[in-house]
């Protein structure tokens, strides 16, 4: 069964600070994986897609790398600020034969501070 | 245009009741899926819908849990019998078709079963 597990669970950083948040799961054969962001009562937004022929994305700010051998991602947020708070979830896909499932990790929440 | 909208938004049910969730998904989307969240977890797979036919419901976690989605637009998923145990945030996304790995999540049902 696959197992998406994220590292920290809670960060708390000052504006403007980088940071890395990580996500590791146990099953290489994904077809791709995705990152959300969840803000409290909202649904998640997608921030990147990286399909597993790729090694990463970038959208802004924002740079999400992908290791699918070893079954790691890595989200990296530059200058953060405060607009950054939310918990960011890590999902990986597989297909299956309706379609295609997603499994998400537990999520970093993440306070950025000014 | 308007996107994946869920009724309730907050629904207290006591042990024993019967609930029933429904999800409106973005117009012309063929492909609907249910999450199950709980608190400080990520969304966990509960099952998925292609037009009107229930693909895979393998997450449902027992023969309590029903969806359906008759005329292939909204979807309810139907609780019977609720335990404490039940209590999460069921989270309702849809996409596109199958080839479309974008998925548009809901704002989410709290249920809390006292």
């Known amino acids: 069964k696959q197992e998406v597990t994220q590292i920290p669970a809670a960060l708390s950083v000052p504006e403007g600070e980088n940071l890395v948040l990580n996500c590791s799961f146990t099953?290489?054969?994904?077809?791709?994986l995705q990152w959300f962001r969840q803000d409290p009562g909202k649904g998640l937004t997608s921030l990147l897609l990286?399909?597993?022929?790729?090694r990463e994305q970038t959208s802004g700010r924002l740079n999400a790398s992908l290791d699918k051998s070893s079954g790691r991602s890595t989200l990296y947020i530059a200058a953060s600020q405060p607009g950054d708070s939310a918990t960011y979830l890590c999902?990986?896909?597989?297909?299956?034969?309706?379609?295609?499932?997603?499994?998400f990790g537990t999520g970093t929440q993440l306070k950025v501070e000014l | 245009g308007a996107g994946v909208s869920q009724s309730p938004r907050y629904k207290v049910a006591k042990r024993g009741q019967d609930v029933a969730l429904r999800c409106d998904p973005i117009?012309?989307?063929?492909?609907l899926f249910w999450y199950q969240q709980a608190l400080g977890q990520g969304p966990e797979f509960l099952t998925y819908?292609?037009?009107?036919?229930?693909?895979?419901k393998s997450g449902l976690p027992s023969d309590r849990f029903f969806a359906e989605r008759p005329e292939g637009s909204v979807s309810t998923l139907k609780i019977q019998r609720t335990q404490q145990e039940d209590s999460a945030v069921y989270l309702c996304?849809?996409?596109?078709?199958?080839?479309?790995?974008?998925?548009?999540f809901g704002p989410g049902t709290r249920l809390t079963v006292t």
């Open positions: 996304a849809s996409s596109l078709d199958r080839e479309s790995y974008e998925q548009y």
């Open positions: 099953d290489s054969a994904i077809y791709n």
């Open positions: 990286i399909q597993s022929s790729q």
């Open positions: 999902a990986v896909r597989i297909l299956t034969g309706g379609g295609n499932k997603l499994t």
């Open positions: 117009s012309g989307h063929v492909s």
């Open positions: 819908f292609q037009n009107e036919a229930q693909l895979d």
